[in-house]
């Protein structure tokens, strides 16, 4: 970013007021969305406070999720940092007015094979080696967070239990098989369409992990005093909102566009209307009812408002049953301890 010096109020300004323009860029940026959320990881950030031990007071529980809070808010703000800068200095490269027509070319199909040609004038000829050690240290770190999301998602939700190498090596392949068989029999333009058509998929996959989230976390007879707060409820919800209204309208708009513009006969048109059209609505309303279906299910009682020494017991984390016995932590998953998470 110091070499070619991206203009400030551009960079601001891209930040904070989407433009789209070009062929597919809707498409993209959806994979986009996708790529950096990820559902897998609400998860992971979910589960990771069963790997520390947390004093069971509602003062105790704050605190931990305070610190969660600032721990992941941390790692997303760098990993925020370099979106941007790979983002301003492609961006300022390609448009530039002096450039080559080599570097036209190169600008106008460009992907993950190819746009190590940024960093040539900075670091001449390895910066294909740098860039191709990037790419891998960011391959390792999306694996990493997708196996232990795995590792979670089988212990806790599916109560699957194996030994550890077993756990991995299964989670790995599920991760790394499909990828590798692409990448053999497409090679590097089919693996450039796979990670723009995974990611596109893990955005319309988002709904069914932000919603429950959103409805659990913000739910008194779940969470008590830990809910979320109403300035936290607003704003997620609007997020969420716009995230699902961006996916269905590019479903809806880019199928029908596909539809009239491809060259396939009329009668393979209908039959494919009919095979998507249905998925198409099935998926809408799994979204409507996952947002307005009631939970009648309650996990927290409050105490008694007129008893002073219940709420006591409760702020201080004892049991509220005539004897009371002093937790010294909240339970947490003993089988994640063999899980690389630090205590």
């Given amino acids: 970013m110091g070499y070619v010096k991206p203009p400030a109020a551009d960079v601001l300004k891209g930040?904070?007021?989407?433009?789209?323009?070009?062929?597919?860029?809707t498409g993209d940026a959806i994979a986009l969305l996708g790529a950096l959320v990820m559902p897998h990881n609400l998860f992971l950030h979910s589960a990771l406070v069963l790997s520390r031990k947390v004093p069971s007071s509602v003062h105790g529980v704050n605190n931990a999720c305070r610190y969660f809070l600032i721990e992941s808010g941390f790692?997303?703000?760098?990993a925020f940092l370099i979106n941007v800068a790979i983002v301003t200095v492609s961006g300022t490269v390609c448009s530039a007015k002096n450039i080559s027509d080599t570097t036209a070319n190169q600008c106008g199909d460009?992907?993950?094979?190819?746009?190590?040609?940024?960093?040539?004038?900075?670091?001449g000829r390895s910066s294909s080696i740098l860039y191709g050690i990037a790419l891998l240290a960011s391959g390792q770190s999306s694996t990493?967070?997708?196996?232990?999301?795995?590792?979670?998602?089988?212990?806790?939700?599916?109560?699957?239990?194996?030994k550890t190498w077993k756990r991995n090596l299964m989670t790995r392949c599920i991760a790394i098989a499909p990828s590798l068989v692409v990448s053999i029999i497409g090679g590097s333009s089919g693996s450039s369409k796979l990670i723009i058509i995974a990611s596109m998929i893990l955005s319309f996959e988002l709904p069914f992990a932000l919603i429950p989230l959103l409805k659990f976390s913000s739910s008194s007879t779940k969470m008590g005093p830990?809910?979320?707060?109403?300035?936290?409820?607003v704003i997620s919800w609007i997020l969420g909102a716009g995230i699902i209204g961006i996916n269905i309208y590019y479903l809806s708009t880019g199928f029908v566009?596909?539809?009239i513009h491809n060259n396939l006969p009329k009668i393979a048109n209908v039959f494919v209307g009919i095979m998507v059209f249905p998925l198409m609505a099935i998926y809408i309303l799994a979204v409507i009812y996952l947002t307005f279906r009631k939970d009648t299910v309650v996990t927290f009682v409050k105490p008694v408002k007129h008893d002073p020494k219940a709420q006591n017991n409760m702020?201080?984390?004892?049991?509220?049953?005539?004897?009371?016995?002093?937790?010294?932590?909240?339970p947490y998953r003993e089988d994640l301890a063999d899980i690389q998470l630090p205590e």
């Fill in 144 to 162: 990493i967070t997708g196996t232990y999301a795995g590792q979670f998602i089988m212990q806790g939700f599916l109560d699957l239990k194996m």
């Fill in 257 to 259: 566009g596909w539809l």
């Fill in 15 to 25: 930040m904070f007021i989407p433009k789209l323009s070009g062929e597919g860029a």
């Fill in 315 to 330: 702020e201080i984390g004892q049991s509220n049953s005539n004897e009371l016995v002093e937790l010294e932590h909240i």
């Fill in 110 to 123: 460009l992907n993950l094979s190819s746009a190590s040609f940024l960093l040539k004038n900075v670091l």
């Fill in 226 to 233: 830990h809910k979320n707060s109403i300035y936290i409820v």
């Fill in 75 to 78: 790692a997303l703000f760098v």
